[in-house]
């Protein structure tokens, strides 16, 4: 009975309320940037959508670890990425502006692709060595700016809940910038939206914020140096991510991988 009322409750309430701000959100996203309000309106409206969505799908948030961030400070941070609600989570709850480095593919989407442009989000092009590249250097453009970027460094997200393998960029960003990596832990939100499926489940989130990871203490001199130092950051931040993920997505076989 209690799934029954739950599925009409997301058919007739949460789907239609979800689109109707979804748009809204876009619409006042792009309108805003383009009148040259972009450091307001490519966070605020954002932030407003996302803690919306955790409340109508019932979804109660617990956050630690703001303190830990200083105001003015660009920060990479670097999640795992156990489900599409991650992006509800941190936009909603990090508590300071970012730029996403997200999949080119949501470019497409309707008016919402149109509103990340405009907010000055980084899209990901991996068609070749030279295109990914770019990316990495256009994320390192506005990080040199002010501001921070948000990034899930296994690319993908998870189908079982727990990590996968890091990906290097931003770990290199981190090196060439010489800019503090925040890990952040994420907890719960695979079991909200599942892979491979649009039926909510609610449950309750967990986002840990970590004590930065200064790129300072790496200083290589050449390219062999340059790979060890981004693995070793690679390595440290998952391990920390990991220390706070809940048992159940823990490696069973150990942190690395």
Same mark, same amino acid.
């Given at each position: ?33 383009? $009148? ?5 309106? &490519?966070?605020? !409206?954002?932030?407003?959508? *996302?803690?919306?969505?955790? +409340? ?86 506005? $990080? ?5 970027? &948000?990034?899930? !460094?296994?690319?993908?997200? *998870?189908?079982?809940?727990? +990590? ?94």
């Amino acid at each position: 009975m209690k799934s029954i009322l739950l599925f009409i409750y997301q058919l007739v309430i949460w789907l239609p309320l979800f689109l109707i701000i979804t748009m809204l959100t876009a619409l006042v996203t792009i309108v805003g940037c383009l $009148l040259g309000g972009e450091k307001i309106f &490519s966070y605020y !409206p954002g932030m407003i959508w *996302s803690r919306l969505v955790c +409340m109508l799908t019932l979804c109660p948030v617990r956050v630690t670890g703001r303190e830990k961030l200083l105001p003015n400070q660009s920060y990479i941070f670097a999640s795992n990425h156990q489900g599409a609600y991650d992006i509800f989570l941190i936009y909603g709850y990090l508590g300071v502006p970012i730029k996403w480095i997200m999949k080119k593919s949501l470019r497409k989407i309707f008016l919402v692709g149109k509103a990340c442009e405009s907010a000055g989000f980084i899209f990901v092009d991996t068609s070749s060595a030279k295109a990914a590249g770019q990316t990495i250097r256009e994320a390192e453009e506005k $990080l040199q700016h002010g501001a921070s970027i &948000s990034i899930f !460094p296994e690319s993908t997200r *998870s189908k079982t809940g727990r +990590m996968g393998s890091f990906k290097k960029g931003a770990f290199q960003m981190a090196l060439d910038l010489q800019l503090p990596i925040v890990p952040l832990t994420i907890n719960g939100t695979f079991e909200v939206m599942p892979t491979k499926t649009l039926l909510i489940r609610p449950h309750r989130l967990e986002l840990i914020i970590h004590d930065p990871i200064p790129a300072t203490d790496e200083a290589p001199n050449d390219l062999r140096e340059a790979a060890a130092a981004i693995r070793r950051l690679s390595d440290n931040t998952r391990a920390v991510i990991h220390s706070d993920l809940w048992e159940k997505y823990k490696d069973s076989k150990g942190e690395a991988r």
